[in-house]
């Protein structure tokens, strides 16, 4: 099965809300339509090639309630590419109660995970072992700077204000704390920021799981109202993997 679009348009929207009771702001392309999208030149080359924007997806589970996630890249680079310098990327992430990514680990990315407004993130890690499976060994992980001494898939909790720094190789998964973050619709919402080191979603993610997708087939069931990160219309440049 895929991922409807009414579905992404209908959390797009929500997304849209919280970021807005938490004051946030994003950049103008945030609110884009297809319409804009497509007058768009090559001037917006960056936002295609680094795959800024929208980004929602179920990972190819199913069960987007419970395995997805929402967020908005706000900045990247692109290794290896001319005219892309930047080494580091930002992602603002909506973090409902209960929903996550599949447990995964990057080979490359280092991420700092912090938790900004409303509620409560539980980040639950643990070590990969050489063939990619979870280590059964104790390790040490860094939040706020201090060092914890951690057991395989411990869980932490951060508070608002709160981060975790994520070295390569760490399996991980997060997600909003049930009972915190602010209600909309009778779920809980918190949104958090990823600080990374660049981010390229088609080749640094190990999945877990064996439906692990980053950009799953999307079942065209109303129309589009925002384009994704990687789906943008090619006018004046040549979006490329």
């Known amino acids: 099965m895929s991922l409807k679009r009414s579905v992404i348009n209908e959390s797009i929207e929500i997304a849209h809300h919280v970021i807005d009771y938490f004051k946030v702001k994003l950049p103008d392309f945030a609110y884009w339509g297809p319409d804009q999208w497509l007058r768009a030149g090559s001037e917006y080359r960056e936002v295609k090639e680094c795959m800024l924007g929208w980004d929602v997806t179920d990972f190819g589970s199913n069960d987007y309630a419970n395995i997805g996630r929402v967020l908005f890249t706000l900045r990247n680079g692109r290794k290896g590419q001319a005219g892309y310098p930047k080494e580091y990327a930002e992602k603002l992430l909506i973090d409902p109660e209960h929903q996550r990514a599949p447990a995964h680990f990057h080979i490359s990315k280092r991420e700092d995970l912090i938790c900004r407004s409303g509620g409560n993130i539980l980040v639950q890690l643990c070590k990969a072992d050489d063939e990619g499976n979870r280590s059964t060994e104790q390790f040490t992980i860094q939040v706020d700077g201090c060092t914890k001494r951690l057991s395989p898939n411990d869980t932490i909790r951060l508070k608002p204000g709160m981060s975790v720094c994520i070295p390569p190789r760490t399996i991980h998964q997060f ?67």
């Open 175 to 241: 997600w909003g704390e049930e009972g915190t973050g602010y209600r909309y619709n009778g779920i809980g919402y918190t949104l958090s920021t990823e600080i990374s080191s660049v981010c390229d979603d088609w080749n640094d993610n190990v999945f877990l799981v064996d439906y692990g997708v980053r950009f799953p087939d999307i079942e065209e069931d109303e129309a589009r109202r925002y384009y994704l990160c990687h789906e943008y219309p090619v006018t004046g440049s040549t979006v490329s993997r």
